[in-house]
Each structure stands twice: as C-alpha cells, then as structure tokens.
C-alpha cells in the first residue's frame, strides 16, 4: 500500500517543480583579451574587458532573454562562452579568430 502510494505522488512532485526559474550559467574562457556583453533577464547590456575565466549566474525568469557575446580583441587570441540553465548546456561557441563576434542568445524555456 505504500509503495502504490508513493508511485501515485510521485508525479506530483515533479509537477511542483514545473515553472520553476532556473540557474542561468554564463562561462566565458579568454586567452588575450576580450570584450564580452551580457544581459541578465532581458534587462541592460552590460560589456566587461575580460583575459582569463569569467563566471556570472543568476535565477533566470521564465520567458526572458538569455544574452552572451565575447569578441577576441588581441592580435592572438581565442574565446569560448558557454551558457548553461541548471547546469544543462543551453549553447557554446568558440573562436580563434581577432575580432570576431561569437554570440549566444535566446528565450529561457519553461
């Protein structure tokens, strides 16, 4: 009786997680240096010099905009982003390439 009880709940516990905002992840990998544009659920675009690792995260809203761009701004460089929800790859991007634009964007599914 209480493993058919548990199996009958069980659904509902996945249920409950349904809409919940997810951790948006942004990764971004730099060898030179770079520029890199963000914007946290839809809101302003923020740019940053970056050479080496950089991390942001924040609980993405259902239905806004995901938003990440790096540009390889050395005359020898490269750039990787990636951008995760709840530590699910959503997108990633490399380059090697001065002054081209890798760019991740898109809605944060529910």
Do not use: H
Not at 4 to 9: I, R, T
Not at 50 to 55: Q, R, T
Not at 62 to 80: C, F, K, N, R
Request: glycine share 10%; proline share 4%; charged share 15%.
């Amino acid at each position: 009786m209480k493993n058919l009880l548990f199996v009958l709940l069980l659904p509902l516990l996945f249920a409950c997680n349904k809409g919940d905002n997810p951790t948006v992840r942004y990764r971004v990998q730099c060898n030179g240096g770079c520029e890199v544009s963000y914007s946290m659920n839809g809101g302003l675009v923020t740019t940053e010099s970056v050479s080496g690792s950089w991390n942001k995260s924040f609980r993405g809203n259902i239905g806004s905009q995901i938003y990440l761009t790096a540009m390889v701004t050395a005359p020898i460089g490269s750039a990787s982003i990636e951008v995760k929800l709840n530590d699910e790859v959503f997108d990633s991007k490399a380059t090697s390439i001065s002054f081209e634009l890798i760019s991740i964007s898109g809605i944060i599914p529910e």
